[in-house]
């Protein structure tokens, strides 16, 4: 007896159960406008390399397409939630469309895939946990003005948010997080050592700080301030030590600022 290897799932069909097609030989699969619930695991780890998630679609439950082969998925903004893994462990994975009424990006749910670019909308306010680790292709995530919560562990850095490998390592040198200084993209990538691209848009005041070091003039930090959160952030891979501001590889940025009122 052949086994059946395409299905068509009627619009009648308003959810998909739990592992419902987990471990069969489905490997081409249609899904009908209708549908608004996809369950946990339903198409875990099956062999199929194309499916059009239809715009009926509200939830997607926690590893409902893990492990499959599938190289782009678009999310129409009725999409209200994904659940933990996804879309995770699929490095086929290339390309995905993020619906605009997410709020969370859960655990996982991209880890091990290989998009290269990803942008995040402004509804998100929390991004969880490995939710794009280990993406070895990753090099954009732009977070816009979105003042988002990204998950950082700096014990365990392999569980962080986005950019690190199962070992802990930065996943891709190239990776650049796009967002504004005043939001937690800039502090996550500032802790991680990943690069960042800031959106002044909102800054109250901005600068450039001048080095007064003649050998080091070609390496200028600047600044904005924010007055709306009375915070002043510094663009430029430098942090603060008890006697001044220093370059990631330790060189001390000599800098003269005079401060009126």
Not at 3 to 28: H, M, Q
Not at 131 to 153: E, K, P
Not at 163 to 191: C, P
């Amino acid at each position: 007896e052949n086994p059946i290897t395409y299905i068509v799932v009627p619009s009648t069909v308003k959810s998909i159960g739990e592992n419902a097609f987990r471990g069969s030989n489905i490997t081409k699969i249609t899904l009908s406008e209708g549908l608004e619930s996809i369950g946990n695991s339903a198409f875990r780890e099956l062999d199929i390399t194309d499916i059009k998630i239809p715009d009926s679609v509200k939830t997607i439950g926690d590893y409902a397409f893990y492990g499959v082969g599938v190289s782009e998925f678009e999310l129409s903004d009725n999409v209200q939630s994904i659940g933990k893994y996804a879309f995770a462990n699929n490095e086929n994975l290339t390309a995905v469309k993020l619906s605009e009424s997410l709020t969370e990006i859960p655990e996982g749910a991209f880890y091990g895939t290989g998009i290269a670019t990803v942008t995040i909308p402004e509804g998100v306010n929390t991004i969880g946990k490995k939710a794009f680790g280990n993406c070895l292709y990753l090099v954009t995530v732009n977070l816009n003005n979105g003042r988002v919560d990204i998950y950082y562990d700096e014990t365990n850095p392999s569980d962080n948010a986005i950019g690190f490998t199962s070992s802990g390592s930065i996943a891709n040198g190239s990776l650049t997080i796009y967002g504004a200084y005043d939001t937690q993209s800039y502090s996550y990538a500032s802790k991680a050592g990943i690069n960042f691209s800031g959106n002044t848009e909102g800054a109250t005041y901005s600068g450039i700080i001048p080095q007064t070091n003649s050998v080091l003039q070609n390496r200028p930090l600047q600044w904005f301030y924010y007055e709306d959160v009375k915070t002043l952030y510094i663009q430029g891979k430098g942090y603060l030590n008890g006697d001044g501001l220093y370059y990631k590889d330790g060189t001390k940025f000599d800098v003269n600022i005079d401060i009126e009122n």
